[in-house]
């Protein structure tokens, strides 16, 4: 949390990682199953919350267009990728106790 954005999660990681691959935020929603402006406006949070912008992105037409996840996003990336595999760690012992409460299958 960054006040009262929500900074960096899962999804919007996830959405890093495809700009990444992609070079697109219209092909990064739509490998993600949202819309562009959806996708958009996670990455205008993403870029207002940190000291520098995690996507670089430029309008497209006869040029092309696209974005790019910055260095300093790559870095962000990085480290709360990081973060996430420790917090898996410590609580896979507890994910283990809890999935004994679950039911043996699902319920129709």
């Known amino acids: 949390m960054f006040g009262p954005e929500i900074a960096i999660g899962p999804g919007k990681a996830d959405l890093l990682d495809a700009i990444a691959a992609t070079g697109s935020i219209s092909e990064s929603a739509r490998r993600l199953g949202m819309s562009y402006r959806r996708a958009w406006l996670l990455v205008d949070t993403m870029n ?29 990336l990085r480290h709360f990728r990081a ?6 760690r410590a609580i896979e012992p507890d994910l283990a106790a809890f999935s004994e409460l679950l039911a043996d299958r699902p319920a129709r």
């Open 83 to 88: 973060m996430e595999k420790r917090i898996d």
């Open 48 to 76: 207002r919350c940190f000291r520098e912008p995690l996507v670089s992105s430029a309008t497209g037409g006869s040029g092309g267009g696209g974005a790019h996840v910055t260095d300093f996003g790559n870095r962000v």
